[in-house]
């Protein structure tokens, strides 16, 4: 099956500091990806729609300036967490839409992110 | 919000078949009925998906009512690694479509 990949897999980092998340698509192209956040024992909670080749479509709540999107190829998109704080702890999970097989979606495994 | 509600917990021996049911009153003629589950600290993983007919796969078996109304998916011979949280979702075919989660199933499989 398709295979979704995410780097790092765990990552701290200290308060005030940036930092990226990569989603990687390994065997097929993936013209939408999607990313969520989900808090510990609660559910996935959708953050935004990741278009290649254009800017990124956020949901309700989630600020735009903080949580980068960029989608520049069809295999690649990255989330960048800037100006980190320890609210924003979480796991950051993504999930790539392959056209080649009626647009399944496909998840990655996750990062953890832990800020000090 | 989602359009599926599941109940938050169920237990089912090592071994024996987990029922697993989801309501999707409100779901429209497009949508499908889809599966995941979640085991801890890893991503969705997906099970299952189903129309209007009855699925089976490797993994599971999906049944879905007459009215479309709610469905139940079946874990045939349930093992220690089953145990995760069972996610339902209604969606149309569409790339763009997003996936909204609701709380699922939390399953645990007993020993």
Not at chain 1, 42 to 54: I, K
């Amino acid at each position: 099956g398709a295979v979704v990949s995410q780097h790092p897999s765990r990552v701290i980092c200290k308060s005030g500091t940036s930092v990226k998340i990569e989603c990687r698509s390994l065997d097929f192209q993936a013209t939408t990806m999607f990313w969520y956040r989900q808090f510990p024992k609660q559910s996935l909670m959708l953050m935004a729609t990741s278009n290649e080749g254009s800017k990124a479509t956020y949901e309700q709540g989630v600020e735009k300036d903080k949580f980068l999107i960029n989608h520049a190829s069809l295999t690649l998109s990255t989330l960048t967490v800037t100006s980190a704080h320890p609210e924003d702890s979480s796991f950051y999970i993504c999930s790539a839409s392959s056209t080649a097989t009626t647009y399944e979606q496909y998840f990655g495994p996750g990062t953890r992110l832990t800020v000090t | 919000d989602a359009k599926t509600t599941q109940p938050p917990s169920m237990d089912c021996a090592e071994g024996r078949a987990a029922n697993l049911p989801c309501n999707h009153s409100t779901i429209s003629g497009n949508e499908y009925v889809y599966w995941y589950r979640q085991i801890h600290s890893q991503g969705p993983q997906y099970i299952i998906h189903g129309l209007k007919n009855n699925e089976t796969n490797e993994m599971a078996s999906l049944i879905i009512t007459e009215d479309r109304k709610s469905s139940t998916l079946i874990l045939p011979h349930a093992t220690l690694r089953d145990t995760a949280v069972y996610y339902c979702i209604v969606r149309v075919m569409n790339r763009d479509d997003k996936i909204i989660f609701g709380k699922g199933t939390r399953l645990h499989i007993l020993p």
